[in-house]
């Protein structure tokens, strides 16, 4: 019983995670129809980009004290992510606005592989996994029989904390209608005076940002980093966001954390263990797919006149 | 005479080899209703996209209070000029008032940052735009369904939502596409009435109909456009007794056939121009 306690723990600590990077991957595909498989390599380079931050630009006065670091790395990690993420929409998604769906595809996989090689020629020692700083109070919440790290617990509230807000941001304010009314009519939104390039980089800029966040959540609760891991997560947003139904941003948050549930849980109780976690994932995706093609909170896709 | 509100001059709109619009000449004067006819595919709708900046003229240009507009939507929206669809194209997952606050875009200040901070300055503006889209989902007679989702509406409804989404960013001219297509006689009624109470607020219009019998209860000024030329413009009464109006849009019995030989000859023309592109 503990350990399934344990197990649901941790699935919420995992769901949250996915949940911060599935929204970049769902607002954009709302907009532009793009499943942009580079985000994961944001949430890559966010990481890095705290712990550059950590490694290069604190003085050590401020390392010793994670209240001061933590929010400065904060700062690296989102800097770092949404300026590769604008280059990214600038030079390699926008001239491709009218193309093919295809071509952006293929160029968002171009990318992946791209930013990975690139930290692992540039960023010293990036060939290997690299240790991360410990950046939040030592220590674990004890609830009863579970136990989660503080860091665990920050998860859990920043991403509940983000998804809320950027709800209502999308909801209430002067862009976020600006954002919806692009993706359910780009033209009739354009002669509304809706400028669909701002749209579309701010929509990039949010993605970016809260990739950046779950860089350095990341981080700090796995301790370490390494190239590979924005691939690994992507894959489970990707999943999250599908699972949810792409576009939907209540869909992405509720199919991260069934997926975070799903991998542990999966991996505890299910034969083969953590190393076929990923088989349960893609099984319940699959299930969703053949019965609900529109993900649990996606709206059928319309044709548009 | 002073400045018309919106001019056009000597628009031309060339699609491959098909002249779609020739040299259309067209002075709107301000606080006047202004209607444009012609059979299926003379080029109303296409005259419509120029004047929006959804076409770039081949040639000649469009002017609003004497200033030139940029070929650009967005920017032609905020210069006071909005526009209405033949099928119409609201926001179909967002509420009624939300539809209306979209068309408020414009005339709002405030910034993706600002939107995250929720200032009073925000506040304030965020606000006003409401208060402003509920007085014209009223003036348009739609008050009490701003929380019902733009698809959900009647179809009339939908069409006098579409209206106060146009209205919303503050036009100085509003460019109706068949705004009674597809309305019964009441509901066609209701509509003159409303575009008639645009009028009084101030704003200048150009209505696309079909429904001849309505523009003549409607317009001031009458211009029928024929094969994408402008053939006779004037009063209601001058248009109406002209002969070469009667001859090409309205008299031969029946008229409808006429249209439809029109637009199909016009189709072909200009699937040939595709063809001769490709």
Known sequence: MSILLQQLANGVVQGGLIALIALGYTMVYGIIQLINFAHGEIFMVGAYGSLATYTWLLPQ???????????????GGVVVAVVIALIMERFAYRPLRNAPRLAPLITALGISVALQEAVRTFYPDATSALRFPRVFAEGNLALGPISVPWSGVLIIVVSIVLSVLLQ????????????????????TAKLMGVNPDRVIVLTFVLGAALAGVAGLLYGSY?????????????????????????????????????????????GQYMPGGTQYDYVWIFVVLILVLVFRPQGLFGEPERVRA | MSTPVLEARDVSMVFGGLKALKNVSLQLEEGKILGLIGP?????????????????????????????LPGDPA???TAGVARTFQNIRLFPSMTVLENVLVGRHVR?????????????????????????????????GLSGLEDELARNLPYGDQRRLEIARALATDPAVLLLDEPTA???????????????????TGVSVVVIEHDIKFIFGLCDQVSVLVQGELLVEGTPDVVRGDPRVVEAYLGKPPDEVEAEVASVVEEQQHRGAQEGQA
């Open chain 1, 61 to 75: 006065g401020i390392k010793d004290s994670w209240v001061l670091s933590l929010p400065l790395m904060l700062l």
């Open chain 1, 168 to 187: 209502v941001y999308i909801n209430r304010s002067r862009m976020g209608r600006a954002m919806r009314a692009t993706a359910q009519d780009p033209d």
């Open chain 1, 222 to 266: 796995i301790t370490n980093v390494n190239i590979d891991m924005g691939f690994q997560t992507g894959i489970f947003a990707f999943t999250a966001a599908v699972l949810g139904g792409v576009g939907s941003i209540r869909g992405a948050v509720i199919g991260a954390f069934i997926i975070g549930l799903v991998k542990t849980i999966g």
């Open chain 2, 40 to 68: 299926n595919g003379a080029g109303k709708t296409t005259f419509f996209n120029c004047l929006t900046g959804l076409y770039t003229p081949t040639t000649g240009s469009v002017l609003l209070k004497g200033t030139t």
């Open chain 2, 75 to 77: 920017k032609v929206t």
């Open chain 2, 108 to 140: 709002m200040k405030q910034g993706p940052l600002a939107s995250l901070f929720h200032g009073p300055a925000y506040r304030k503006g965020e606000n006003a735009a409401k208060e402003r889209s509920r007085e014209l989902l009223e003036f348009v």
């Open chain 2, 182 to 200: 597809g309305m019964n006689p009441q509901e066609t009624e209701a509509a003159r009435q409303l575009i008639f109470a645009i009028r009084e």
